[in-house]
């Protein structure tokens, strides 16, 4: 169950790079090559070690998302750079600079979170 992106090395419900892997004790190939339940296992552990009920105890959805897009980002300011232009990050995630200033910043990703929301409200409507 792979769900491979753009990014040739990332794999999972929460797209895993092999460092992410590395930090919950497991493999990309093994997160490429598990299930649903093993993979819902796999975000819990990340999520888990990312100290949620602690640190982030009282963290909108934002941060949580941060925490998996960019997790050394996760506090910053809504208006802060998330990654500065000309960074290979920024490079790479450059459609998320909606305003072309600064960079790219946690409300410009915070946007693309509402839109997430907002598609799978629409999605679960179309089911029902």
Known sequence: MGYPTGYPYAFGLI?????????????????????????????????????????YKNSDQYTLYMLIFAPSKANVGKNDAVYAVGSTAYKKNKSLDTDGRNGITKKEIAHRVDNFINEGKYHAKTLL
């Open 15 to 55: 797209q895993f790079t092999s460092i992410a892997a590395r930090l919950i004790g497991t493999t990309l190939f093994n997160i490429y090559n598990s299930g649903l339940n093993q993979q819902f296992e796999y975000v819990k552990k990340y999520l888990d070690k990312q100290d949620l009920g602690t640190k």
